[in-house]
């Protein structure tokens, strides 16, 4: 029977689930102390492994240096979408099949995006300055903010968040623009699709430009000077894909000179930012510090929605749900 190296967590809450998933799997359990290390010999009987959203970050050191000395390991579910760190690199090259759970946390990291969209739109962000101040300022009639209701929205990646992202925005009365390699398929909560290659065109029109990409060779600088730069005066970008997706310098520039109206941004070049980046006081620009996905349901979603329902498919013999290709 093989064995799956699993969280203290993870063999407390679903010992019974795994269980019944593959009857008589056995279970490796990582230490509850970080600093703890499993031996050779038990790290020789590990087949698959379930990196949880409990061991991340404080106990990601101590799974991995065990997971990469699993000589048997032929599977490893990770919690979270993106890979495209240079670890998960490693197990692929070594022939380990690697799945995530791409989507469980769509739902939690479109209403950031949305949240962060609503800041921007109306006067919260004003409101706010003011009630730090104690001052009683409404905004004048000639001031207010623009109907969010006919507006232009470009989603960059039609994935689990940006799916979700674009059928909330459509929900405030926003006309949404999707952008794939793929054509727009029947379900899609688009009006239309277009291909990356028409990005910059399609940005002299976008009132919202949303960043839902994965890192990809591709994506990688797709938002570059000259996208930003055809945004419409006043334009919002609103990213929660990766920092290197976007000139970060561009877009402070940008946002800086009044160009741009402002920014939700999630993700960054550099992480941590660093504390002397421009954009922590930049007036018109709302942080979170990768952080979007913050939701309490995360890792039921994660493990009840992905992790043991590939267990059971690997069992089974039957393809597993997203699978990363090498």
Do not use: K
């Amino acid at each position: 029977m093989p064995t799956l190296l699993v969280s203290p967590y993870i063999e407390r809450h679903y010992r019974s689930a795994i269980e019944a998933a593959w009857p008589g799997i056995g279970l490796v359990v990582l230490p509850s102390d970080p600093a703890e290390r499993l031996g050779p010999e038990v790290l020789e009987r590990v087949d698959f492994a379930y990196f949880s959203g409990d061991v991340y970050p404080e106990y990601s050191r101590s799974f991995f240096a065990a997971t990469q000395g699993a000589p048997n390991l032929r599977w490893l579910h990770t919690f979270n979408a993106g890979v495209d760190n240079p670890v998960f690199r490693r197990f692929l090259d070594r022939g380990v099949r690697l799945t995530t759970s791409s989507g469980s946390t769509a739902q939690p990291i479109a209403q950031s995006v949305i949240g962060g969209m609503l800041l921007l739109a109306r006067p919260f962000l004003r409101w706010a300055a003011a009630q730090r101040r104690r001052a009683w300022e409404p905004v004048p009639p000639a001031e207010s903010p623009a109907d969010l209701t006919g507006q232009r929205m470009t989603v960059v990646g039609l994935g689990a968040i940006g799916t979700e992202v674009a059928r909330l925005a459509r929900a405030f009365g926003l006309e949404v623009t999707g952008v794939r390699r793929s054509p727009r398929r029947e379900g899609d909560p688009v009006e239309r699709v277009v291909p990356p290659a028409q990005l910059g065109e399609l940005a002299r029109e976008t009132d919202w430009l949303v960043l839902a990409c994965p890192l990809t060779d591709e994506t990688r600088g797709l938002v570059s000077a000259a996208v930003l730069e055809a945004l419409p005066r006043g334009a919002h970008v609103l990213n929660v894909a990766r920092g290197e997706v976007v000139d970060e310098a561009a877009l402070i520039r940008l946002l800086q000179s009044g160009h741009l109206g402002g920014a939700y941004l999630d993700v960054f070049a550099t992480e941590p930012l660093p504390p002397d980046s421009p954009l922590w006081e930049l007036p018109n620009v709302v942080i979170s510090p990768h952080n979007s996905a913050a939701a309490a349901g995360n890792e039921r979603r994660a493990t009840e929605g992905y992790f043991l329902p590939n267990l059971r498919r690997l069992r089974a013999g039957e393809p597993l749900v997203n699978e990363v290709r090498g």
